[in-house]
């Protein structure tokens, strides 16, 4: 098993003593796979970044994600709740099909990416019908859609539509 998910359960455990997906139903559309949003995930020139930055910047914390740089994108239909500084706007709810992609680095070079793809109603979907997942540079899962987002809900509880960019880099 991987290190980074076995903590992220024990965490998720201790932090929250039960399992916080107990009272969310599954949605019953369909589900997300892994495979299948690592395709959606690839980067092309129409996505747009936070605050503009198309380079990796210093990260405020290092909780729960440990790499000390970020970039992150937003496709197009995400990209619709960004204002003209490329922060996300107070108070707006992302459409369903909007992708953002946490990119985490040494600075150089991408250890990580962390996903979250709105999808009211699919049964991959957690809190907020958000699909959360993160993947190694290869596209090896580390956090499946499978999990629903519940190693990822005690710190995206908050934050506009469960995103954190303008609080945590602002």
Known sequence: MNMRVSLATVLLVVACKEDPLKNLAPGT???????DLVVLIQPTASWVYYKNFTTPFGKA??????????????????AMQLDAGGKVKVGVVFA???????ELSDGTTVSTYAVM?????????????????EY?????????????????????????DY???NDTHP
């Open 117 to 133: 793809m709105k999808l009211n109603g699919s049964s991959s979907a957690g809190f907020g019908g958000w699909i959360w997942a």
């Open 61 to 78: 914390s290092s909780s729960p994600h440990p790499e000390p740089f970020i970039r992150v994108r937003y496709n197009t239909r995400a």
């Open 163 to 165: 995103t954190r960019m």
């Open 96 to 102: 369903d099909s909007s992708v953002i992609v946490k």
């Open 29 to 35: 559309g369909p589900a997300v796979s892994d495979a």
């Open 136 to 160: 190694g540079p290869g596209g090896a899962t580390r956090y499946s859609t499978a999990s629903r987002g519940g190693a990822c809900s005690s710190c995206h509880s908050s934050g506009i």
